[in-house]
């Protein structure tokens, strides 16, 4: 299977409400490959950093 197939399903997955041959909105094809477009509040990652527990700030130092 082509990687262009697997991107294709992993697409559907991802957006089952996206109407086939509409543009897609998470995955996105890009000069340099594939990237995800996810909104602020998908990552949990993120939204740790935007509550302020982002990099040193909240690693406890040594016990």
Same mark, same amino acid.
């Given at each position: 299977?082509? =990687?262009?197939?697997?991107?294709?399903? &992993?697409? $559907? =997955? &991802?957006?089952? +409400? $996206?109407?086939?041959?509409?543009?897609?909105?998470? =995955?996105?094809?890009?000069?340099?490959?594939?990237? =995800? $477009? &996810?909104?602020? +509040?998908?990552?949990?990652?993120?939204?740790?950093e935007r509550e302020g527990c982002?990099?040193?700030?909240?690693?406890?130092?040594?016990?």
């Amino acid at each position: 299977m082509s =990687l262009r197939a697997y991107v294709s399903r &992993l697409r $559907r =997955l &991802l957006e089952p +409400d $996206r109407p086939p041959r509409a543009a897609p909105g998470v =995955l996105v094809s890009e000069a340099a490959g594939y990237a =995800l $477009r &996810l909104p602020g +509040d998908a990552v949990g990652a993120w939204e740790f950093e935007r509550e302020g527990c982002g990099r040193s700030r909240c690693i406890p130092g040594p016990i």
